[in-house]
């Protein structure tokens, strides 16, 4: 079956396209909220702060939750209690509650929230074999770009009609993924009766966590820094655009032209443009260096992002793969978050170089190994 024409992956899709719909527009959503309740943008980024640390912290056991009673049974309650808590933060703000109490009440979607992801990562899993699974992945991201871009556009667009809107909006994203959640997928009985994850201990896995932690440790060097990159070259503020524009272009040209072959490929290909990019951009080699540069990791990223997320499903046996994928984004996450601050403290030139260096220690753990097939065989789903 053609990919498509695969009607459990479309609804698979928009169901994953309306959990993360949220998380994008939530930095936006909470400045205006709290510059409209208390006169601070700097709350909202606070909000936004405490949001995405409790999301980090709760992924992994939120995870293991979800394996023990089945993704397809549980991420509907937590999708209803993640747009529940949007409601209460809504309402304690429009109540001008006290910032402790905002603090408080960030934290009812970042609970059930930080495993959404590796849940509906899960259920793909069940939702197409293993033949379509690296294209699947592809066609993901790709969307993905669209709904990183569309989010703070509809908040947007949506505070028009006042501040409380874009949660309303958020909340309402919740309960239409709930609802498209797929039903069809194996009982928790079956699940429970694959051997224990753990057992494979925590090498096995390391290389592809140090593949997610690369991708956003690297491209954070370059979604957060646009402004002083173009600087760096005496160009003004209005060009800095133009360095998203060319990361995001190469993000999706790789991703078409990975969805196109249909094939896992080699992950140490990848890694070394990420090398490659990284030390041509820290080098600053001009303007052809730096559009260069973005342009290689933008068409690196998408590719060994699939790559990383079909090789863990290899290894996750199916009783811990919630946990695992979640623990996989966190990862990935710690690593965007680290990649920012580098941004904040350190000359322009070192934070390329660190993910440079990340994404040769993920190619060096692999040069011993097969690169499409570490630890464990390929599981049919």
Known sequence: MSLFTHRAYWRWSAGVQFARLPSTMAPLAFTLLTTATTGSYRLGGVLMSVLVATEMVCAVPMGRL???????????????????????????????????????????????????????????ADTVDDELLPRAISVDGMLLESVLVGGPALVALLDLAGSLVPLAAMAAACVAAAVLVPRRTASPDQVEAEPDGLSAGLGTYLPWL?????????????????????????????????????????SLVGGALYAWRGKVGDPRL?????????IVLAADFGWPGLLASVAVIGVCGGPLVAATSVNLQRLLPKNRRSAGFSLSFTVQSCGFGLGSLAVGVLPLWLPPLFGAFAAAVAGAMLVRKPARAIGTVSVTS
């Open 66 to 124: 979800l394996d023990r009673v089945g993704p397809s049974r549980g991420l509907p309650v937590l999708l209803l209690l993640t747009g529940a808590g949007f409601v209460v933060l809504a309402a304690a703000a429009a109540a001008k509650a006290p910032a402790a109490l905002l603090f408080a009440a960030v934290l009812l979607p970042g609970i059930p929230g930080g495993a959404l992801s590796g849940g509906f990562r899960t259920l793909l």
């Open 210 to 250: 140090c593949c997610a932690f690369t991708v956003g440790l690297l491209t954070s060097t370059i979604e957060v820094a646009p402004l002083p990159l173009v600087q760096r070259l005496g160009a003004p503020a209005t060009v800095a655009p133009v360095v998203i524009a060319v990361l995001c272009g190469a």
């Open 270 to 278: 990848f890694l070394t443009g990420f090398v490659v990019g990284g």
